[in-house]
């Protein structure tokens, strides 16, 4: 049982969760969907390097594997640090790693609060892209009335001139141009086209093919 929850013991409970990176993201303006709680913790997992290295061509049986496993250890360590919040008398309120968009629900842009959080930014093709580790990982949230220091947020693409993302995607999603935050995604990014091109990978039922994320010069680094 932790004895002072401060963003040091926080730090410390997520690394024995297997969290690669976390960072804090103020909730004002309130995030999309988010509840009213002052603070947003954004833990981010990294996607194995050695899988991701077989998406040049699509998705693969291991991603599938991998994304569900990530999924389930984000969720594990999210309701993990939601339960420390309330023993220790905040309140907490968990979004898991991946949520339903039925019945006309939007699922919580989780990639929004990293970037406000100052993890990383949105690429080319929309992807979350972190600053340590490429678009190559997947992300949940903890809202809380905790107060934290939040992180500087990024407001801007970092993509610069590179566009290896956009030039590989098989359905041609990307419009080569740099994210800036409260950009509607439909000037940076083809979803329906993504869509479209998921519907051709039938060996698998994966969210998103895979491909641009192993083409990312900043997760090969």
């Known amino acids: 049982m932790l004895r002072v929850l401060d963003r040091h013991a926080i730090g410390q409970l997520l690394r024995t969760k297997g969290v690669d990176a976390w960072g804090v993201a103020g909730n004002e303006p309130r995030l999309p969907g988010a509840p009213e709680l002052r603070t947003a913790i954004v833990m981010l997992m990294r996607v194995d390097p050695l899988v991701l290295q077989a998406l040049g ?32 008398g905040h309140a907490a309120e968990q979004v898991q790693a991946t949520s339903s968009a039925g019945n006309g629900h939007h699922p919580f842009p989780h990639k929004t609060a990293a970037t406000r959080a100052g993890l990383g930014w949105i690429g080319k093709t929309a992807l979350f892209v972190s600053q340590d580790f490429g678009p190559g990982v997947r992300l949940a949230t903890v809202f809380t009335d905790l107060a934290l220091p939040p992180g500087e947020p990024v407001h801007e693409g970092r993509c610069g001139t590179c566009r290896d993302c956009v030039d590989v ?39 998103i093919c895979g491909i641009c994320i192993a083409a990312c010069p900043q997760g090969r680094r």
């Open 57 to 88: 061509s699509g998705p693969t049986q291991d991603y599938e594997r991998e994304y569900v496993r990530l999924n389930i250890a984000l969720d594990d360590a999210a309701s993990t640090l939601a339960d420390v919040l309330r023993v220790h």
């Open 169 to 207: 995607c098989p359905a041609g999603c990307g419009r080569d141009v740099t994210w800036r935050a409260g950009m509607p995604r439909d000037e940076l990014f083809d979803a329906a086209a993504c869509r479209h091109q998921m519907t051709l990978f039938r060996t698998v039922d994966a969210e």
